[in-house]
């Protein structure tokens, strides 16, 4: 028997979206989901968006297209966060099914701007905004590959 097992979310529109249920662990001892759990959840919702958008099986490939002529190697880049705000606007409770939704929303020469916001159906429980860099490993920032600012043109 196949089975075919979805566990990124998925795309519509400009956005991608990410169900995920709220469990014991994701909860404080009042029920109520601990605030620093959100930051966690949108993590996977930025990580899930970008792989879905092709972004993350492809670093090797991006590293070659960013890397100049002098460069005689090929480096690592990976993504930083730069910035991070988040707005509460209503708990969430254990056995909760949410959706968090990613939009990147302006791409620039180095940084990705990212809107994200947490829903149960059509409560709005979170909205926050992010930006990415892109790094190498000695954490100097990179200019991001003109593919990948392709992808949310």
């Known amino acids: 028997m196949k089975h075919t097992l979805s566990v990124g979310g998925f795309i519509k529109g400009k956005a991608h979206y990410l169900p995920l249920r709220i469990y014991y662990a994701d909860t404080d001892f ?9 930051v966690e959840f949108m993590e996977r919702g930025r990580t899930e968006a970008l792989r879905a958008f092709g972004l993350l099986p492809d670093i090797a490939a ?29 708990p969430a409770y254990i056995d909760n099914m949410l959706l968090v939704e990613t939009a990147v929303e302006k791409v620039t020469a180095a940084r990705f701007f ?7 159906g059509e409560t709005l429980l979170t909205d926050g905004t992010c930006c990415l860099v892109l790094i190498n490993a000695a954490g100097r920032p990179r200019r991001i590959p003109d593919s990948w600012r392709a992808a949310f043109a």
């Not at 029920?31 to 620093?36: A, E, N």
């Not at 990212?114 to 149960?120: N, T």
Request: no cysteine; hydrophobic share 50%; aromatic share 12%.
């Open 62 to 90: 991006a590293a070659a297209e960013a890397k100049t002529a002098a460069d005689s190697a090929i480096e690592p880049i990976l993504f930083a966060v730069s910035r991070l705000s988040l707005d509460f606007k209503a």
């Open 114 to 120: 990212i809107r994200q916001r947490i829903f149960r």
């Open 30 to 38: 009042s029920g109520v989901v601990y605030h620093g759990r959100y």
